[in-house]
């Protein structure tokens, strides 16, 4: 079991930035693939990026690509988000997810978080 709890959400200006934490607790957070995913208003859940178990490897998709940088400290067990050039349509509840292996689909990820709000205004 893995127990995960966002934070750092918040209200920001497009163009500002945010960093999101995910602390992690229970079995060993060094051992599973960490995921971002989101859900804005009206929307289905949509993968935002993974990281490896070691922190090698990332993957982001398009809409974040080159804006949001994902992170992860096994040492502190926290995975972290860090968004920058922020636009209106990130505007969504952030989760923090846990996957056995590599994956894009939110269905592939045992563990989550409550989520943490983020709000992107003009």
């Known amino acids: 079991q893995v127990q995960l709890a966002e934070s750092g959400g918040g209200l920001v200006q497009a163009g500002g930035s945010l960093r999101l934490s995910c602390a992690a607790s229970?079995?060993?957070?060094?051992?599973?693939?960490m995921g971002w995913f989101r859900q804005g208003p009206g929307k289905e859940r949509e993968f935002v990026a993974f990281i490896s178990w070691i922190g090698g490897s990332t993957y982001y998709s398009d809409s974040v690509k080159g804006r949001f940088t994902i992170s992860r400290d096994n040492a502190k067990n926290t995975l972290y988000l860090q968004m920058n050039s922020l636009k209106l349509e990130d505007t969504a509840v952030y989760y923090c997810?846990?996957?056995?292996?590599?994956?894009?689909?939110?269905?592939?990820?045992?563990?989550w978080g409550q989520g943490t709000q983020v709000t992107v205004s003009s």
């Open positions: 997810a846990a996957s056995a292996s590599y994956s894009t689909r939110f269905g592939e990820y045992k563990y």
């Open positions: 229970g079995s060993t957070f060094s051992s599973y693939t």
